[in-house]
């Protein structure tokens, strides 16, 4: 069977450049009316891309005076945008540090029955330390700590999904018999961080469960994958590395007994385009002359745990002594090992790197035309560097319209992406299997 090229929409703010907030080609809608995600959403799925992706904060961030970083939380806004669309898949984000299993496993199989089977989760460990004091701690949990409470979050989910046969409600109303008990069984769970006796209150959904989605490229993030991601974004600043990262990834999965065909690796892709490279060009400078540096400088800070880089100054060459060792990191540790790797390569000075995390946050970012970011696309894809890109437009929805009305008929033409819709579910969509249950 030949492999499909697969594409997400990321939607952040009104774009993923720092500055798209106040660009004047961004959207009108404010990041809190539903109107914004609806219309980006129909936009994504009239181009047929697999799905689009809402990111999460447990927290406000202190760069909000100058910088737009609070919308909608994922669950709620998924349930209107299940009403609204149809074929697209809808992956939201939840935290296993700061929920519980039981609640997290009813909202998303009532939105994997109200999808029709479309939607995703995307697990994550949170590494803010803000959030950690908005749910009774006074410090941030360490990364480990994280991933083991995460490990065991998984299995209790997973189990109070599969705690209904697929058979089990009958609705039978001659009879009377609405369901077999017998096809509906406990879990008792009870481990280090929890107890949960289920079965879950709600059948199981199209899906099973819902499409495992995963962030982490840490090497502890990277194993966690490979027991449980169904796609992975990963942030990879040029494609040797995320050939390297490929390879690594289909290895686990394959050592944890997983085809390596039911963990897609979709790398972030941050593309400026325009009819002629040099208009690209221009446009990506515009939207760097519209930064504030010391935002950046806030959210590298953020990224590394709140160390203070208010004593390096803007424009002198950095060195990896500037910054914490990654590896003693308790944020966001994957990506800390990526922005020490670009200073390395690229010896940027302060003002430099902020310019370039301000694209896409250490995502790739690039800038040219239709033509060049379809070849860029099929180059990743047939060289073993991706299976699809986790799409993050700098400015929407200007973007994301170019890439739909430029870029996917190029792919398309090159039999890379299809040209309608074959599936209804997501798991249909990414080309997973249906997870089987014990019953």
Same mark, same amino acid.
């Given at each position: 069977m030949k492999r499909e090229l697969h594409i997400n929409l990321f939607v952040q703010s009104r774009g993923h450049h720092e500055a798209s907030w106040r660009h004047p080609d961004a959207s009108p809608y404010a990041l809190s009316d539903i109107a914004y995600y609806r219309d980006v959403a129909q936009?994504?799925?009239?181009?047929?891309?697999?799905?689009?992706?809402?990111?999460?904060?447990?927290?406000?961030?202190?760069?909000?005076?100058?910088?737009a970083s609070n919308w909608l939380e994922p669950i709620t806004a998924l349930g209107a945008l299940a009403m609204?669309?149809?074929?697209?898949?809808?992956?939201?984000?939840?935290?296993?540090?700061?929920?519980?299993?039981?609640?997290?496993?009813?909202?998303?199989?009532?939105?994997?029955?109200i999808t029709g089977g479309r939607v995703g989760?995307?697990?994550?460990?949170?590494?803010?330390?803000?959030?950690?004091?908005?749910?009774?701690?006074?410090?941030l949990v360490s990364h480990d700590e994280r991933y083991e409470r995460g490990e065991e979050f998984v299995q209790v989910a997973k189990a109070l999904w599969d705690s209904w046969a697929d058979d089990a409600v009958l609705d039978d109303r001659a009879s009377g018999q609405y369901a077999r008990a017998d096809r509906i069984k406990p879990i008792n769970h009870e481990g280090?961080?929890?107890?949960?006796?289920?079965?879950?209150?709600?059948?199981?959904?199209?899906?099973?469960?819902?499409?495992?989605?995963?962030?982490?490229?840490?090497?502890?993030?990277?194993?966690?994958?490979?027991?449980?991601?169904?796609?992975?974004?990963?942030?990879?600043?040029?494609?040797?590395?995320?050939?390297?990262?490929?390879?690594?990834?289909?290895?686990?999965?394959?050592?944890?007994?997983?085809?390596?065909?039911?963990?897609?690796?979709?790398?972030?892709?941050?593309?400026?385009?325009a009819s002629t490279e040099?208009?690209?060009?221009?446009?990506?400078?515009?939207?760097?002359?519209?930064?504030?540096?010391?935002?950046?400088?806030?959210?590298?800070?953020?990224? *590394?745990?709140?160390?203070?880089?208010?004593?390096?100054? +803007?424009?002198? !060459? @950095?060195? /990896?002594e500037d910054f914490p060792d990654p590896g003693t990191v308790q944020a966001a540790r994957s990506r800390t090992e990526v922005i020490v790797g670009l200073v390395k390569r690229e010896k940027f000075t302060l003002r430099q790197l902020l310019a370039y995390l301000a694209g896409a946050r250490g995502h790739f970012t690039t800038a040219g035309t239709p033509e060049q970011i379809a070849d860029l696309i099929e180059d990743w *894809?047939?060289?073993?560097?991706?299976?699809?890109?986790? +799409?993050?437009? !700098? @400015?929407? /929805?200007?973007?994301?319209?170019?890439?739909?009305?430029?870029?996917?008929?190029?792919?398309?033409?090159r039999g890379l992406f299809r040209t309608a819709y074959t599936g209804r579910t997501l798991r249909e969509h990414f080309g997973l299997a249906r997870p089987a249950t014990a019953f």
């Open positions: 936009r994504a799925e009239a181009g047929l891309f697999d799905s689009i992706f809402l990111a999460d904060t447990l927290a406000l961030m202190d760069t909000v005076g100058h910088a609204t669309t149809e074929r697209i898949g809808l992956i939201a984000t939840a935290s296993t540090t700061y929920t519980e299993p039981f609640n997290l496993a009813r909202q998303f199989a009532s939105l994997d029955h989760w995307n697990i994550v460990t949170s590494w803010l330390a803000p959030a950690a004091r908005n749910f009774g701690g006074t410090s280090k961080y929890y107890r949960v006796a289920g079965p879950l209150n709600m059948p199981r959904g199209p899906q099973g469960r819902p499409v495992f989605v995963q962030a982490g490229s840490s090497e502890t993030g990277r194993r966690f994958a490979a027991r449980h991601a169904e796609a992975v974004f990963t942030a990879q600043m040029e494609k040797k590395t995320a050939q390297a990262f490929y390879a690594d990834l289909k290895a686990l999965v394959v050592a944890e007994g997983r085809a390596p065909d039911q963990a897609l690796v979709l790398p972030g892709l941050s593309p400026v385009i040099a208009e690209a060009l221009r446009m990506a400078r515009g939207m760097n002359d519209l930064t504030d540096p010391e935002v950046g400088r806030k959210r590298l800070s953020g990224r *590394f745990g709140g160390h203070d880089f208010s004593h390096l100054p +803007l424009d002198k !060459p @950095l060195a /990896p *894809f047939t060289d073993g560097a991706a299976d699809g890109f986790n +799409l993050m437009p !700098p @400015l929407l /929805p200007s973007m994301l319209d170019v890439f739909v009305a430029e870029v996917i008929p190029l792919l398309q033409r």
